[in-house]
């Protein structure tokens, strides 16, 4: 079996080739690990891998019976003004981006609403499950279903998620109403998010304690909705991409990744800042898997 310190090596090389904008790459292929910097591991905004660990508090959350893929909007936000058609929208619909409202709104901006939420929930669906538009706004409707019920969700995860992995009080970006913006803004090193990576690569378990059903980490990959983009933007899932190749993934704005590869025991994390060409990255570590 090819060790973790050859695949990086794999990975790395193209990287410094190409010139790529990477801080820092683990490799985890069973319980071997190896790993390159480029820079200080020091916590950083993964973006949009955000909201994989979204789809994990909203997992943990069905586990507990807090919620369903299927609980509506106004069963836990009974006092928002629902668009046409919106009280239809679900759990499921919002963290696979398919509310069918059109809001796109993104963490790194401005809020200029007063409530987020109600900004998007006001507006009417073109049909819940009919039409997918990515947005960090569905991943906060999500977490704001969440937070109804359980207050502030990053507190919530402590003992449930982070924790349990040694991630010591980490940060998260937060919308002008204090909720998480859950969508983006989580900071973490690359350590740190490779631990994460592993939950998803084994099914919930890190190092044999449950951290969500394996079911909900099946699901997360398994249900995925057709974006009608091209190539590995062509299939969504809960709040992960298909692909390259036979792995999926969490993916951030400027190269931040969580590449998992069930069929090769394999988790591959990067983060990094390159704006030219980000997913280069992760093809470079889906290549560097296959050999």
Same mark, same amino acid.
């Given at each position: 079996?090819?060790?973790?310190?050859?695949?990086?090596?794999?990975?790395?090389?193209?990287?410094?080739?190409?010139?790529?904008?990477?801080?820092?790459?683990?490799?985890?292929?069973?319980?071997?690990?190896?790993?390159?910097?480029?820079?200080?591991?020091?916590?950083?905004?993964?973006?949009?891998?955000?909201?994989?660990?979204?789809?994990?508090?909203?997992?943990?959350?069905?586990?507990?019976?807090?919620?369903?893929?299927?609980?509506?909007?106004?069963?836990?936000?009974?006092?928002?003004?629902?668009?046409?058609?919106?009280?239809?929208?679900?759990?499921?619909?919002?963290?696979?981006?398919?509310?069918?409202?059109?809001?796109?709104?993104?963490?790194?901006?401005?809020?200029?609403?007063?409530?987020?939420?109600?900004?998007?929930?006001?507006?009417?669906?073109?049909?819940?499950?009919?039409?997918?538009?990515?947005?960090?706004?569905?991943?906060?409707?999500?977490?704001?279903?969440?937070?109804?019920?359980?207050?502030?969700?990053?507190?919530?995860?402590?003992?449930?998620?982070?924790?349990?992995?040694?991630?010591?009080?980490?940060?998260?970006?937060?919308?002008?109403?204090?909720?998480?913006?859950?969508?983006?803004?989580?900071?973490?090193? =690359?350590?740190?998010?490779?631990?994460?990576?592993?939950?998803?690569?084994?099914?919930?378990?890190?190092?044999?304690?449950?951290?969500?059903?394996?079911?909900?980490?099946?699901?997360?990959?398994?249900?995925?909705?057709?974006?009608?983009?091209?190539?590995?933007?062509?299939?969504?899932?809960?709040?992960?991409?298909?692909?390259?190749?036979?792995?999926?993934?969490?993916?951030?704005?400027?190269?931040?990744?969580?590449?998992?590869?069930?069929?090769?025991?394999?988790?591959? =994390?990067? =983060?990094?800042?390159?704006?030219?060409?980000?997913?280069?990255?992760?093809?470079?570590?889906?290549?560097?898997?296959?050999?």
């Amino acid at each position: 079996m090819v060790s973790a310190s050859t695949v990086l090596e794999r990975i790395v090389t193209p990287i410094d080739g190409e010139s790529l904008g990477a801080y820092g790459v683990h490799v985890a292929l069973g319980n071997d690990v190896a790993e390159r910097r480029w820079r200080s591991d020091d916590r950083v905004n993964i973006y949009s891998v955000s909201k994989g660990v979204s789809a994990l508090a909203a997992g943990i959350a069905v586990d507990e019976g807090i919620l369903t893929l299927d609980t509506r909007v106004g069963e836990m936000l009974p006092d928002m003004q629902l668009g046409t058609g919106v009280e239809s929208v679900t759990l499921r619909h919002l963290l696979t981006m398919t509310s069918g409202i059109d809001f796109a709104w993104f963490g790194r901006e401005p809020a200029p609403w007063p409530d987020l939420a109600q900004e998007m929930l006001r507006r009417p669906t073109r049909g819940p499950g009919e039409v997918f538009q990515y947005s960090d706004a569905s991943t906060y409707v999500a977490m704001r279903l969440l937070g109804a019920a359980v207050g502030d969700v990053r507190d919530w995860l402590l003992p449930r998620l982070f924790d349990p992995l040694g991630i010591d009080n980490p940060q998260w970006h937060r919308c002008p109403n204090g909720w998480i913006v859950a969508g983006s803004g989580l900071e973490l090193r =690359t350590e740190e998010l490779s631990r994460i990576a592993r939950v998803l690569r084994d099914r919930g378990l890190w190092r044999g304690e449950r951290i969500v059903s394996a079911e909900w980490v099946d699901a997360m990959r398994t249900g995925v909705v057709d974006t009608g983009g091209d190539g590995d933007f062509s299939r969504y899932g809960l709040a992960t991409w298909a692909g390259p190749g036979d792995g999926w993934r969490l993916d951030g704005l400027y190269g931040q990744y969580a590449y998992i590869a069930n069929d090769r025991d394999a988790a591959v =994390t990067i =983060t990094a800042h390159e704006e030219e060409r980000p997913h280069r990255l992760v093809e470079i570590a889906a290549a560097a898997l296959q050999g």
